[in-house]
């Protein structure tokens, strides 16, 4: 089974801070992918990757960057995080063909608190 | 831009009843169908799919697709404790991600 790793686990700042959520996966999936989750609206998605280097826009990207610096490692960046920000962050990966059929593996997730 | 809806939002079943959850889209082009299963405190995992029309079973779940009228839905059957669960579908079209309905909250009470 895919193995997804997220740190940090917990994180918590203050508005107008910095943060990065770091997520590594070691299956050499070529698609990586973040979502948030608050109750009432299930999992949005933010960000996804098909491979290094390639971004693509999900649908809830404002305020959020993201960065695939190789196969296994996909980073959030919120660079002036806001109240609004909290929430409960899953990195996902999986092995999609040109059809992007294929089960998503997720990571235990980050429970980020902007204060 | 895609819309998926699930019904109903929470239900407390008994052990050993049946039960069925609802997922409703709005892109008829939509082509694979997921339900993703989140236990408290847990990652989302994938519980089954399906791409084509009709029913497909696995143990006490089963899918039934109705693409005509933009609807899926997951049944269980004989629900037990380790059932409870948030229940998440899924769908998926044009190479794009997945897009997550809201979820539905199931209680399996003893």
């Known amino acids: 089974e895919a193995a997804v790793t997220q740190s940090p686990r917990n994180k918590v700042t203050v508005t107008g801070g910095n943060v990065t959520l770091s997520c590594r996966q070691t299956?050499?999936?070529?698609?990586m992918y973040w979502y948030r989750q608050d109750t009432g609206h299930g999992l949005r998605l933010i960000h996804y990757?098909?491979?290094?280097?390639?971004?693509q826009i999900g649908d809830v990207p404002d305020g959020y960057k993201a960065t695939r610096t190789t196969q296994e490692d996909f980073f959030l960046l919120l660079e002036l995080a806001s109240p609004s920000q909290t929430s409960l962050y899953f990195c996902?990966?999986?092995?999609?063909?040109?059809?992007?059929?294929?089960?998503?593996?997720f990571g235990p997730g980050t429970r980020l608190t902007v204060l | 831009q895609q819309n998926v809806q699930q019904s109903p939002e929470s239900l407390i079943v008994p052990e050993g009843a049946r039960t069925s959850l609802n997922c409703t889209f709005s892109?008829?082009?939509?082509?694979y169908f997921w339900w993703y299963r989140q236990h408290s405190g847990k990652a989302p995992k994938a519980l089954m799919?399906?791409?084509?029309?009709g029913e497909k079973e696995e143990g006490r779940f089963t899918i039934h697709l109705n693409k005509a009228s933009l609807h899926f839905s997951l049944h269980i059957r004989d629900s037990q404790p380790s059932d409870s669960a948030l229940y998440l579908c899924?769908?998926?079209?044009?190479?794009?991600?997945?897009?997550f309905g809201t979820g539905t909250t199931v209680s399996v009470s003893p």
């Open positions: 299956n050499s999936h070529n698609y």
């Open positions: 892109d008829s082009a939509s082509q």
């Open positions: 990757s098909y491979g290094a280097g390639n971004l």
């Open positions: 799919s399906i791409f084509s029309n």
């Open positions: 996902a990966s999986s092995d999609a063909g040109t059809n992007n059929y294929a089960e998503q593996f």
């Open positions: 899924a769908v998926q079209w044009g190479g794009r991600a997945l897009i």
